[in-house]
């Protein structure tokens, strides 16, 4: 756990509430695992490091139910350790009954079991710390007038040769589809566009939402304040990406509609539980 938050506050938790009740992490991440676990797990915590560049370069998350053989084994071996960390999905529970003096996690926890039993506190924990930024005031108080919809475009490293074929990106055609499914279940919907491409979203608009009431995002907003405004609109048309995704999840609208695709990475059995079950699903070509 203090690792985790370590993690996150190195980079931008400390402009959030949640920085008023940890500790930002100031030593290097071996010295504060070397000082905080076993010999036993300090020596599995480094080798998997390199196993993740090694062996388990190409693999794919896999559940741990669906583990066969000596993946399985040292994913046994690991937890029995409390050392519970990707590739392999964590286990559904936390057993943590033996009263283990220290637990290491790593892992992407793009799942929301992990957060569903607290998320009124998470919402709290994500409130930016400074005030609402003057060139987007009125902006907020728009969103929390209408039906406000968030629309997340994301484009940037996607478009790469990189990540090209191991990420979907979500086209126009998946947007219009996305808009019009949102104007199916929303009445008077009014449409944000935020994006990593402003000069791109800009034209997005003025292609498919020229005949609706739409406005993008300002220039030049901090990660925190992206996150406030996001996450204040009610419903969302989201990319698949992590961003988006969070957007959506702190969103605390009670009759909150959610657009996402049906699947998350091309060429994947893994079920992402990303997507969840209560989303109008888009589907994308596998």
């Known amino acids: 756990e203090d690792a985790l938050q370590g993690k996150f506050l190195h980079g931008q938790l400390e402009y959030f509430k949640a920085s008023e009740h ?33 062996i388990f370069k190409n693999s794919s998350v896999s559940k741990y139910e669906e583990l066969t053989g000596s993946a399985k084994k040292y994913a046994d071996f690991l937890y029995k350790n409390h050392v519970w960390m990707y590739p392999f999905e964590v286990k559904s529970y936390f057993d943590l009954s033996n009263n283990a003096k220290s637990v290491f996690f790593r892992d992407f926890f793009e799942n929301p079991k992990y957060f569903k039993d607290f ?31 968030c629309i997340t475009i994301r484009r940037g490293d996607f478009l790469s040769d990189k990540y090209k074929s191991a990420h979907f990106l979500t086209d126009d055609a998946y947007f219009v589809k996305g808009i ?32 609706d009431e739409f406005f993008v995002e300002t220039p030049d907003n901090p990660v925190w304040e992206k996150l406030r405004l996001g996450s204040a609109c009610k419903h969302f048309i989201i990319s698949n990406s992590t961003f ?10 009670e009759n909150k509609k959610v657009v996402g695709p049906n699947i998350w990475k091309p060429n994947t059995k893994y079920d992402n539980p990303l997507i969840q079950d209560d989303w109008i699903k888009i589907k994308m070509d596998s």
């Open 22 to 54: 940890y500790q930002k992490l100031l030593e290097s991440e071996s010295k504060f695992i070397l000082k905080r676990h076993s010999i036993l797990q300090s020596i599995l915590i480094f080798s998997n490091a390199i196993f993740r560049k090694t």
């Open 180 to 211: 019009a499914a949102i104007k199916e279940v929303v009445d008077n919907p009014v449409f944000f566009v935020f994006s990593d491409d402003l000069e791109y979203a800009a034209e997005f608009t003025q292609k498919f939402l020229k005949d």
């Open 119 to 149: 998320q009124a506190e998470l919402i709290d924990d994500l409130t930016p710390l400074k005030p609402i930024l003057k060139q987007n005031e009125l902006l907020f108080k728009k969103m929390a007038e209408t039906q406000s919809v």
């Open 244 to 253: 988006s995704w969070w957007l959506q999840f702190l969103g605390s609208y």
